[in-house]
T-cell receptor
Framework: NAGVMQNPRHLVRRRGQEARLRCSPVKGHSHVYWYRQLPEEGLKFMVYLQKENIIDESGMPKERFSAEFPKEGPSILRIQQVVRGDSAAYFC??????????????FGQGTRLTVV | SQELEQSPQSLIVQEGKNLTINCTSSKTLYGLYWYKQKYGEGLIFLMMLQKGGEEKSHEKITAKLDEKKQQSSLHITASQPSHAGIYLCGADRAAMEYGNKLVFGAGTILRVKS
């Protein structure tokens, strides 16, 4: 998976707590994408970020979810006041800051969030 | 309904047999990606196709994008147990200058019987 690192791999939270999911892109990649894979559903786009900018958040739930990709450090997907329906696998992908020709999107191993 | 329709939803083949998975879109695809996912794990990039009529191969897996760029097929020759997993096609909808915001199909579950 070409170096996209996500942590933690597994996260258990009680209802009402906050979940923070981290993603370090492939070295040199400045584009980060977050996807969610709900049980029995496909992979859905959530948000697309570049360093310090949210480019497209059309797939993000309107409340409780936020994402950032600071100048330094990993991208963070933050879920406040988690509910059972947030239980899912969250994947991060990164791609280089180049044109689309031969551009692969490399995915991390995912963070599996379980809300109890 | 899914923007990308994958068929079949699941497939069980005998080891050594060939198989094909299809991915169909009602809209033009600017980039078509094939990934493999083992249950409970991340996505492994297989291939990306951009041009109509393009065909790529990696080991025993071949993917094609039709001329109209609205359908892709993934063909596995002489399947092995290591091919088992979930195959996902992803499509790049927008003709963006950069980035990979992908729409995914629901996936095809492949089981290979020894």
């Amino acid at each position: 998976n070409a170096g996209v690192m996500q942590n933690p791999r597994h996260l258990v939270r009680r209802r009402g707590q906050e979940a923070r999911l981290r993603c370090s892109p492939v070295k040199g990649h400045s584009h980060v994408y977050w996807y969610r894979q709900l049980p029995e559903e496909g992979l859905k786009f959530m948000v697309y970020l570049q360093k310090e900018n949210i480019i497209d958040e059309s797939g993000m739930p309107k409340e409780r979810f936020s994402a950032e990709f600071p100048k330094e450090g990993p991208s963070i997907l933050r879920i406040q006041q988690v509910v059972r329906g947030d239980s899912a696998a969250y994947f991060c992908a990164s791609s280089p800051r180049m044109t689309r020709a031969n551009t692969e999107a490399f995915f991390g191993q995912g963070t599996r969030l379980t809300v109890v | 309904s899914q923007e990308l329709e994958q068929s079949p939803q699941s497939l069980i083949v005998q080891e050594g047999k060939n198989l094909t998975i299809n991915c169909t879109s009602s809209k033009t695809l600017y980039g078509l990606y094939w990934y493999k996912q083992k249950y409970g794990e991340g996505l492994i990039f297989l291939m990306m196709l951009q041009k109509g009529g393009e065909e790529k191969s990696h080991e025993k897996i071949t993917a094609k994008l039709d001329e109209k760029k609205q359908q892709s097929s993934l063909h596995i020759t002489a399947s092995q147990p290591s091919h088992a997993g979930i195959y996902l096609c992803g499509a790049d909808r927008a003709a963006m200058e950069y980035g990979n915001k992908l729409v995914f199909g629901a996936g095809t579950i492949l089981r290979v019987k020894s």
